[in-house]
């Protein structure tokens, strides 16, 4: 199983990027999709998840909002795009697959398998 993310990089405060995580290996519609992510010296945080057909999703109370999970079960590929960006949503984010797709958990140890994350910087 490989989870690819991809789409991090430096930004200005209010600018917007948007990730993308390509999986392979498994069958993506059996999964429920999450982002993640860890500034440095801290624990990795849930930022949003996505159910196996994209009807349900959730995010931390921090993004609600400005950020927007989506999915493409045809490419295999999971988004988050993110807008009004602030400083503090600095961090190396990632990408990660529960294989009960009917939840959206917040917990990384209710993920299965993890991308190697991208690096997102915010400018202030």
């Known amino acids: 199983v490989q989870l690819q993310a991809s789409g991090g990089g430096l930004v200005q405060t209010g600018g917007s990027l948007r990730l993308s995580c390509a999986a392979s290996?498994?069958?993506?519609?059996?999964?429920?999709l999450g982002w993640f992510r860890q500034a440095a010296g801290k624990e990795r945080d849930f930022v949003a998840a996505?159910?196996?057909?994209?009807?349900?999703?959730r995010y931390a109370d921090s993004v609600k909002g400005r950020f927007t999970i989506s999915r493409n079960n045809a490419r295999n590929t999971v988004y988050l795009q993110m807008n009004s960006l602030k400083f503090e949503d600095t961090a190396v984010y990632y990408c990660?697959?529960?294989?009960?797709?009917?939840?959206?958990?917040?917990?990384?140890?209710?993920?299965?398998?993890w991308g190697q994350g991208t690096q997102v910087t915010v400018s202030s």
């Open positions: 990660a697959a529960d294989r009960v797709r009917t939840r959206t958990a917040t917990r990384p140890e209710d993920y299965d398998y």
């Open positions: 290996g498994l069958t993506f519609s059996m999964y429920t």
């Open positions: 996505i159910t196996w057909s994209g009807g349900t999703t």
